[in-house]
């Protein structure tokens, strides 16, 4: 047994030097598994700790977050001390008395808006009323009502869709078949019986928007910055009857006008056979359409530098200009109740346009059932000069437009003039 483990031994030692090569081959295909494993390992922990970490964070974000809107004065409560509290404070934060403000939650719940699990109704009425009103930004909003800012745009939303409704019912002639002669003109010695046939006015105005870069040019208006250009018309209550919102800047106001009249799918309240509405220089006047005589002066601020008339034409411009103005009237209290409207937030277009229709509804609302509002009664006073802009009225319409002036409409202008003179030459 010795023997053979010597042989055995002496075969292993013969055969040493192919051992050592193996074993130094097996030793370094040893250390380069090892370093693999260990690169396989640093990488698997380093993963593990890169999910460790965002399943931390989603936890504290969703799971754990602290609380941010923690005041004890939440919305709810803010909106109720303010319906219970002094008159004054519904109007000053809301733009709205506190009769039309309930009457506006009601309309508002008629046309489809529900109250959440958390938010009620008025709570939701209040955010969107002081978005609107003060032209708040959603950070703000949270803040005063202690709300999510997705819960405050989701509201946003809801609210403004109903308004969008509401303007369906609210934004339309009172009488669409114009019988009779409004009291404004008929109680007045300045427009009675010259102006008997009138029933309202339509003009354009520019509100502020955000587009993208892209579309930027095609949006700049009259003044340099980028618009929507708006018409509308309104009567002479001061409501508005008709809106065509969402018209680039830089749209010639007689395109608009043009637009409106002749697509029947937006509904325009034309005027009856012998009923007209005032228009300025910038428009046509097909039947049914009033404008003053050109290349005369025709705003109230250019009589006021020089009294008088020059010619018997200025004087149907004056009279003219003086009962038209009631929709420069009716555009600047909507744009000085609603601060939105001169100072437009970043949301996509079709929603700007879509406010437009909403505060419309908003301010008939409040013409037609508010027993006392500032803004309007401001504006009753025929002292208060309304803004204008002359730019677009000494424009030519373009030539794509289809609404041609009438004959017929110069012979009824006409015939006013010369009523107003023979009744200024008898004063």
Known sequence: MASWNEDTLKDWNDDSPLNEDTLKDWNDDSQCNEDDRSRQINEELTQYEAVGALVGHYCEMYMFKQPCRTSEQTGNLWVQGIMNGHDDRCPEMFRVDKYVFHLLCTKLEEHGLRKSKYVGIEEMVAMFLNTVAHGQCNRMIQERFQRSGETVSRHFHNVLQA???L?????????????????????DPRYYPFFKDAIGAIDGTHIQCVVPAAERDKFIGRKGNPSQNVMAVCDWDMCFTFVLAGWEGSAHDARIFDSAITNSSLNFPHPPPGKYYLVDAGYPTPNGYLGPYRSERYHLPDFRRQVGFRNINEAFNYYHSSLRCTIERTFGVWKNRFHILRNMRSYDFQTQVYLVC???AIHNLIRRHSSSDSLFEQAENDNIVAEHDQAEASQPSPSNVTSQSSSHMNRVRDAIRDQIVHSLSNN
């Open 163 to 165: 308004c969008l409704s």
């Open 167 to 187: 303007s369906s019912e609210l934004i339309r002639p009172i009488d669409p078949t114009f019988r009779g002669t409004h009291r404004k003109i008929e109680t």
């Open 358 to 360: 909403a505060t419309m």
